[in-house]
């Protein structure tokens, strides 16, 4: 596959905690990539386990940003796109392996497509490569994220570009004109769910998200959450209020309403039955109280609102 020479500049940002045992395979995808970004940062969230030593004595061409603790996946992310200036800033996990072309084709799809303001790649699972890790989220009937094709496996309908809600930013592509309009990833998010309230965000400025089927990446799924036991329950229920909250239009919300009451009422039935029940309230709780802080963002949100509410209830599912 030929790829063509662009103009556009791109930065390549990872986030990393205690993933040293992922990064030889990450960086040396990103080495071989036919179109190298111009500069690649690894935002280091507090690692004990040697990953700064190990990229400098490995990757020197890697710029390494170092805090001092774990301060989550958007706080890091956001430090990676302040040091950079690049225009397009590519976003991937540690635990991550790109094929050759991955971000040539990233970087071709969207400066093809000025409606779209971000991209997502087709993800494999690592361990089973015909099987679709994912190819773009969208949201569920009753507004919880839902990543596309998780599960499936790969074919013909995984094989043609079109537009999605949103995607995963453990492989994405964005603009950085769309972050200098509404923002970067929400640090009072934490981790979790910050990729999703960013694509809602971006869908109601009127950026698109572009599914690139030719650009593939290759996942370890779940290979950080892992290490953290309840923590990703407690935030996901925690963080989906605060999505709600923040950027959905008041009309989608009487519209939506019995349909999100009966879907978190799935999922905290699902939570229970897993094990994970506690954590899960704990979240829902802390989401509450998260009410107020979020109106005051939907303000600034809705400010620059572009498209009808019917659009937004359009991205969630049937």
Same mark, same amino acid.
């Given at each position: 596959?030929e790829i =063509?020479?662009?103009?556009? =500049?791109?930065a390549?940002i990872? @986030? %990393?905690w205690?993933?040293?045992?992922h990064?030889?395979?990450c960086?040396?995808? *990103?080495a071989?990539?036919?179109t190298r970004p111009?500069?690649t /940062?690894?935002?280091?969230?507090?690692?004990s386990d040697?990953?700064?030593? /190990?990229v400098a004595? %490995? /990757?020197?061409?890697?710029?390494?940003?170092?805090l001092?603790? %774990?301060?989550g996946?958007?706080?890091?992310?956001n430090?990676?796109i302040e &040091?950079?200036?690049? !225009?397009?800033? &590519?976003?991937?996990?540690n635990?991550t392996?790109?094929?050759?072309?991955?971000?040539?084709?990233?970087?071709?799809?969207?400066?093809?497509?000025?409606s779209?303001?971000? &991209? &997502?790649?087709k993800m494999?699972?690592?361990d089973?490569?015909t099987t679709?890790d994912?190819?773009? !989220?969208?949201l =569920?009937?009753?507004?919880?994220?839902?990543?596309?094709?998780?599960?499936? +496996? !790969?074919?013909?309908?995984?094989?043609?570009?079109?537009?999605?809600?949103? =995607?995963?930013a453990?492989?994405a592509?964005?603009r950085r004109?769309?972050?200098s309009?509404?923002?970067l /990833?929400?640090?009072d998010?934490?981790?979790?769910y910050?990729?999703v309230?960013?694509s809602?965000?971006a869908?109601?400025?009127?950026?698109r998200c572009?599914?690139?089927?030719?650009?593939?990446?290759?996942h370890?799924?779940?290979a950080?959450?892992?290490? #953290?036991k309840?923590?990703?329950?407690r935030m +996901?229920?925690r963080?989906?209020?605060? #999505?709600?909250v923040?950027?959905?239009?008041?009309?989608?919300?009487?519209?939506?309403?019995p349909s999100?009451l009966?879907?978190r009422?799935?999922?905290l039935w699902r939570?229970?039955?897993?094990?994970?029940? @506690?954590a899960a309230?704990?979240?829902l709780? +802390?989401?509450?109280?998260? *009410?107020?802080?979020m109106?005051r963002k939907?303000?600034?949100?809705?400010?620059?609102?572009s498209?009808?509410? !019917?659009? *937004?209830?359009?991205l969630f599912?049937?």
């Amino acid at each position: 596959m030929e790829i =063509t020479a662009s103009v556009a =500049t791109v930065a390549l940002i990872i @986030p %990393n905690w205690n993933g040293t045992k992922h990064l030889d395979v990450c960086l040396a995808s *990103i080495a071989a990539q036919s179109t190298r970004p111009d500069r690649t /940062f690894l935002v280091d969230n507090g690692s004990s386990d040697g990953s700064v030593a /190990f990229v400098a004595g %490995n /990757f020197p061409w890697v710029k390494c940003i170092t805090l001092p603790r %774990n301060v989550g996946f958007a706080a890091a992310v956001n430090r990676g796109i302040e &040091a950079s200036d690049e !225009d397009f800033l &590519a976003l991937l996990n540690n635990d991550t392996e790109l094929d050759v072309h991955w971000l040539g084709e990233m970087v071709r799809e969207l400066e093809s497509d000025a409606s779209a303001g971000m &991209a &997502a790649c087709k993800m494999l699972r690592f361990d089973e490569r015909t099987t679709i890790d994912a190819a773009g !989220d969208t949201l =569920t009937r009753g507004g919880s994220p839902l990543t596309l094709g998780a599960g499936e +496996q !790969d074919g013909e309908k995984f094989n043609h570009r079109r537009y999605v809600p949103g =995607t995963c930013a453990g492989a994405a592509l964005y603009r950085r004109k769309m972050f200098s309009r509404i923002g970067l /990833f929400d640090e009072d998010f934490v981790s979790y769910y910050e990729d999703v309230d960013l694509s809602l965000r971006a869908q109601l400025a009127g950026y698109r998200c572009l599914y690139v089927p030719t650009a593939v990446c290759y996942h370890k799924r779940g290979a950080t959450s892992a290490l #953290l036991k309840d923590f990703p329950v407690r935030m +996901q229920e925690r963080n989906l209020t605060a #999505l709600h909250v923040k950027n959905l239009p008041v009309s989608v919300v009487l519209m939506k309403a019995p349909s999100i009451l009966i879907g978190r009422a799935r999922r905290l039935w699902r939570e229970l039955l897993a094990g994970v029940g @506690p954590a899960a309230l704990v979240g829902l709780l +802390q989401g509450v109280v998260l *009410i107020p802080h979020m109106l005051r963002k939907r303000k600034g949100i809705h400010r620059f609102r572009s498209v009808p509410a !019917d659009y *937004i209830a359009s991205l969630f599912g049937s």
